[in-house]
């Protein structure tokens, strides 16, 4: 028998439910009632320039950027997931109106179509969060981060075993031409050329397909003449003449050719790089993060340099440099491009500290930069001045410009020497040297090299260093470079740890370009959602109506109509 206690609530699966509006099942403190007014208060027109026109009517470009953009703030990076949600999530069927484009269709948009509009767009982003207030470009916090490129780790290309296999070639080339020279005219000297590339006399591609061309020419005739030859014994002695150029022109169509025409490739993709992939030859082998075991890892990635304030990111570019000190210049030039404006003071860490970096910062007038150098923190220690054997702690006597060691030998001045990088910067040093090491009690302590002495001094260098280390002394500097670590550190822990982007879903340093944008969007949007809600749940619970709308008169007008609290 039934017990009459127990009772459940109403529950009925063909019935018709009220109300058939999505919106209104959707939080009010929800990111993608942000992601639809911000997308929503675009112009129609900005899409339009990237699309061609004719044909199907294609779905409508703020519908597929909101789904886009959603889902790369829902950790759904793969356009397969974007493709499921279409179907199962409350808050993508919403913004796609009911709409559900294939992940193919997705996946086009979000990689080609988008490549032409992602600039912009991030551009309109950052101008938003000026207007609104979120930020005021009056500090440019810049860092960078290397992300594993959707490559295979063990696909790679290095450039010291491209250039060996490439010398090594050139010295079987050398020993063809001398065969083909022994059989018919050839005179290699005018074949070879100078190349700074790899600086040594070498043949190309190009001038090595003229020679396997007339080779072909001298093999046709050869031909032609054993098919006339009146007797076997002609016709084979013909054929054994033959028989050394045929091998040498085997040699150069199997071997050399396709081999020198690879090697050429492979060098033009290197470019200033040290590596690249096969699987995604854009991509630089470069040191990563090391795993739970502290191994090194070497993977295939790209350097993301991300300037942010108060954890919002500005602007972001992405390069092939392994290191930041390369990325400094063209990332502030990429910046003065998009037509932001220029922030007051720019902060980075000591991985951009380089003379070239400090002089092209030095010319930027109206910024002020705030950039240790790699020594700045070893030099603040107590225990600095107690490292008896570092020049900087040696008494220096101005007037007659030299050095005292500390066994009170006199380091002098001995000649200047200009030094040029393998990028072409060129820097001036001094030379100073000990006027004799020998017996010195302390010399092993000193230094390692077998004769005096010698301090390297660049005037230039240490007198840009001097600079950035007063500003960084000075009190605005000194809380500025502190805000640092918590403002561009934090975005990296959202995107790789809060989001789990740690790898990229594609492949070409245009089509990472524009996920990165994505995904820097993806970030602004959540930290606008996440601050209004902030702001809300605040106003709720501890503030009476009168300060509340004093509150939502400071919060950006689309914010509010986003959680329906606009007068």
Avoid at 266 to 285: C, H, I, V, W, Y
Avoid at 522 to 540: F, I, P, V, W
């Amino acid at each position: 028998m039934r017990n009459p206690k127990v009772t459940f609530q109403e529950y009925t699966m063909n019935q018709l439910y009220l109300p058939m509006d999505f919106s209104d099942l959707i939080p009010e403190h929800h990111v993608a009632r942000v992601v639809s007014d911000v997308v929503d208060g675009l112009d129609d027109d900005f899409f339009v320039r990237a699309y061609e026109g004719g044909g199907r009517p294609a779905y409508h470009p703020k519908m597929m950027t909101k789904i886009v953009l959603y889902a790369y703030t829902q950790r759904w990076f793969s356009c397969r997931a974007m493709g499921q949600a279409l179907k199962e999530n409350l808050p993508m069927m919403w913004l796609a109106a009911g709409q559900a484009p294939n992940f193919r269709t997705i996946n086009r948009f979000r990689s080609e179509r988008f490549q032409s509009l992602m600039e912009g767009l991030y551009t309109e982003m950052t101008h938003l969060l000026i207007e609104e207030g979120y930020v005021d470009m009056e500090a440019y916090f810049l860092d960078g981060t290397k992300i594993e490129a959707n490559a295979n780790k063990y696909s790679f290309v290095w450039k010291k075993s491209t250039l060996s296999h490439e010398e090594k070639l050139q010295m079987k080339i050398d020993k063809t031409l001398e065969a083909i020279q022994e059989a018919i005219t050839l005179d290699t000297e005018t074949l070879k050329q100078e190349d700074a590339t790899f600086e040594r006399q070498r043949i190309s591609r190009k001038r090595l397909q003229d020679v396997v061309t007339k080779v072909e020419k001298e093999l046709d005739a050869l031909d032609q003449a054993i098919a006339e030859a009146p007797s076997k014994e002609e016709k084979r002695a013909h054929k054994e003449a033959s028989k050394p150029l045929r091998k040498a022109y085997r040699s150069l169509t199997k071997d050399h050719l396709p081999r020198l025409e690879k090697y050429e490739e492979q060098m033009g993709l290197f470019g200033e790089r040290n590596s690249f992939s096969k699987t995604d030859p854009d991509a630089t082998f470069m040191r990563m993060k090391d795993d739970h075991m502290n191994n090194g890892q070497l993977k295939a990635g790209y350097n993301w340099q991300v300037a942010t304030q108060n954890q919002f990111i500005l602007h972001y570019t992405v390069h092939q440099h392994p290191t930041d000190i390369r990325c400094l210049i063209p990332h502030y030039e990429h910046l003065k491009a998009t037509g932001l404006p220029l922030p007051n003071w720019f902060i980075a860490d000591a991985g951009y500290g380089s003379e070239s970096n400090y002089l092209y910062m030095e010319e930027q007038e109206t910024v002020t930069s705030l950039i240790p150098y790699i020594t700045y923190r070893q030099e603040q220690k107590r225990s600095f001045p107690k490292q008896t054997y570092h020049p900087y702690n040696w008494w220096y006597d101005e007037h007659e410009d030299v050095y005292w060691c500390p066994n009170n030998r006199k380091v002098a001045f001995k000649a200047y020497r200009r030094r040029t990088d393998r990028y072409g910067f060129k820097r001036d040093f001094k030379i100073y040297e000990c006027e004799s090491c020998e017996g010195c009690p302390f010399k092993a302590d000193c230094t390692k090299a077998k004769g005096n002495r010698q301090i390297h001094y660049n005037p230039v260098y240490e007198e840009l260093k001097a600079k950035e280390a007063a500003k960084l002394h000075s009190e605005r500097g000194a809380t500025l470079y502190a805000q640092r670590k918590t403002d561009v550190e934090s975005v990296f822990g959202h995107a790789k740890q809060n989001l789990g982007f740690r790898r990229f879903h594609l492949r070409g340093l245009e089509k990472v370009t524009v996920e990165l944008g994505w995904l820097g969007l993806a970030l602004n949007l959540r930290k606008m959602a996440g601050k209004a809600c902030h702001y809300s749940l605040k106003t709720t619970t501890h503030q009476k109506k009168g300060s509340r709308d004093q509150l939502k008169s400071r919060l950006p007008f689309f914010i509010l109509k986003a959680f329906g609290t606009t007068p």
